[in-house]
């Protein structure tokens, strides 16, 4: 029925194949959208050459919020840093294939956030790191 | 004599549109916002093609017929609520600036640190974050009457804190997501007892509900037109006569002066004194045209509609397995029902129910502090209004079902 609600997401909400936490790991990050209670952790083992070895998310909150991680994730995992570093918000919007309003937009670009700020080392995530 | 729905929804153009090619408007957010009759749109649109001018100072055909319109549009306000007069009535962009208005003027000159301010667990954003700017500023203090399990608000320990002596007692008269009316006279009566003034939230509760100011004996109420039929931008703020007489003014500028020097100024009489500059003129026709209309249909109409479609509302949707409505029985609430589907996001929900173009909120509706204690970051929830179809509640139910379908 719904173009948003594509089987794509859905999937990858219920059946994530990045959900958990990697121990030990090089990079954590979380942090959480207070509006409506999504939360997104990520950990990250690097290899020696720089690039994402194997990644993790875990959180809660809407279908969006949580298949927009496990898509990103999946994603990334045997990329340079210094690539991941560049992603955009574009680039989560052509993994999830949809258009999304202002609202939803934030439960969708809250992984990306959260990535950025682990990757760059920073100690909050800001809007600015999406843009 | 219960209302003919399908003929008054002709009022409302907005209600026939089609959220998409065949895909028709249910809206269940009027808590939000309600939709406009063809009378508020059309007084609006005959103001500015007619009457427009600038109102109190131009001496001109169309500036005395504007002011003339403004006024009439203040006491139609001031009747609708039962106000003694219509100069007891200011007109503020909305109910959050009327509270502001009451914090910035009443309560700046009549609270110092250590007084005490009593609020609910289930006020919105607008009738709490007023009270946190002021405690900050001036150390006034600030209790919670608390919210029990059931939607109520908890009357014991309200009695124990007016034993404190607070100056002022500021509550919701009708919760925007439980929808437990409180009872306000009661409330308003024990803070008088207790020598504490009166500041009542009428968002929804003036929409949707029959309001006597006089009968209640409540201090300040404060209101807004776009919950109840009219147009943005505009609201009001009611209060007693002596204390708007003793309130310093609000915000500085034209029309709220008397005269002005270079030095200084003498402000106006009530309620001019705290409009300052030119006001929402073609709102405030839209304001009047609105209260015409609801007191054509009659505010117990509208009541007891209400009160049909929310138990109806209440029975389909407890008949679902996952869902869970917070607050009251339908006897206790008005038309509102937030709750939550198990294991589904509300914002999955509401943009699920979009697509089959149900119009529901989703989120913490402005009362974050109220989802904190019931534990949940969020609810989904449709809101109810005179125009509402029981065959509304029953697309409702069938979306839910269809919501639980994909996510199963």
Redesign the interface.
């Known amino acids: ?2 173009d ?2 594509r089987e794509i997401i ?1 999937d990858h909400y ?1 059946n994530p194949q990045y959900r958990g936490r990697l121990d030990p790991h090089d990079i954590h990050f979380e942090d959480d959208n ?5 939360h997104i952790e990520i950990t990250l083992r690097l290899d020696g050459d720089g690039k994402v070895a194997d990644g993790r998310f875990d959180g809660k ?4 919020s949580q298949a927009s991680a496990d898509l990103l994730i999946e994603s990334i995992v045997s990329k340079p840093v210094e690539e991941v570093k560049q992603l955009t918000k574009q680039d989560i919007l052509d993994l999830l294939g949809i258009d999304l309003g202002p ?2 937009l934030k ?1 969708a670009l809250l992984s990306l956030k959260v990535l950025k700020a682990g990757v760059y080392g920073l100690g909050e995530a800001s809007d600015d790191l999406i843009e | 004599m219960p209302l003919d729905i399908p003929r008054l929804r002709q009022d409302f153009p907005i209600l026939n549109r089609e959220v998409r090619p065949g895909v028709p408007l249910a809206y269940l957010d009027s808590t939000a916002t309600a939709q406009k009759p063809l009378a508020v749109i059309n007084a609006m649109d005959e103001f500015y093609r007619r009457f427009n001018a600038n109102i109190h100072r131009g001496v001109h055909t169309l500036a005395e017929e504007s002011t003339a319109m403004y006024e009439a549009a203040r006491a139609k306000v001031a009747r609708f609520i039962n106000a003694p007069s219509a100069e007891q009535i200011i007109f503020t962009r909305n109910t959050t600036e009327a509270i502001n208005l009451v914090a910035y003027t009443w309560a700046r000159v009549n609270l110092k640190k250590g007084d005490l301010v009593v609020l609910t667990e289930m006020e919105h954003h607008s009738n709490l974050v007023p009270w946190h700017m002021l405690s900050a500023e001036r150390g006034v203090n600030l209790e919670f009457v608390p919210v029990m399990d059931d939607g109520l608000l908890d009357l014991d320990i309200y009695r124990a804190l007016l034993a404190r002596t607070p100056k002022l007692v500021a509550f919701t008269a009708m919760s925007n997501v439980l929808g437990t009316i409180n009872p306000v006279a009661e409330i308003i009566r024990l803070a008088h007892e207790a020598g504490a003034a009166t500041l009542v939230d009428g968002a929804q509760s003036v929409p949707h509900l029959p309001v006597d100011v006089q009968a209640l004996d409540v201090d300040f109420l404060a209101f807004s037109a776009h919950k109840m039929l009219g147009p943005t931008g505009i609201g009001a703020l009611y209060g007693k006569r002596p204390l708007l007489e003793a309130m310093p003014p609000f915000l500085g500028g034209g029309d709220m002066i008397k005269t002005v020097h270079l030095r200084n100024f003498v402000p106006n009489d009530v309620p001019h004194k705290f409009e300052a500059g030119t006001p929402a003129i073609a709102e405030a026709v839209g304001f009047g045209a609105a209260v015409d209309y609801l007191e054509t249909i009659g505010m117990d109409a509208v009541a007891s509609h209400e009160q049909e479609i929310i138990a109806y509302a209440l029975e389909r949707l407890e008949e679902i397995p996952g869902v869970k409505v917070f607050g009251p029985p339908a006897d206790k609430k008005g038309g509102v029902a937030a709750f939550t589907l198990d294991g589904i996001h509300p914002h999955d929900v509401a943009q699920i129910l979009d697509g089959s173009g149900i119009a529901v909120r989703a989120g913490h509706h402005c009362a974050q502090p109220l989802h904190e204690k019931f534990g949940i970051p969020a609810t989904t929830r449709a809101s109810f209004y005179l125009y509402s179809l029981r065959e509304e509640v029953d697309k409702l139910v069938k979306g839910i079902y269809e919501v639980k379908k994909i996510f199963g």
């Not at chain 1, 909150?61 to 969006?64: E, L, R, S, V």
């Open positions: 029925m719904e948003l609600y859905i219920k207070p509006l409506c209670g999504d909150g809407c279908a969006i609202v939803r439960c």
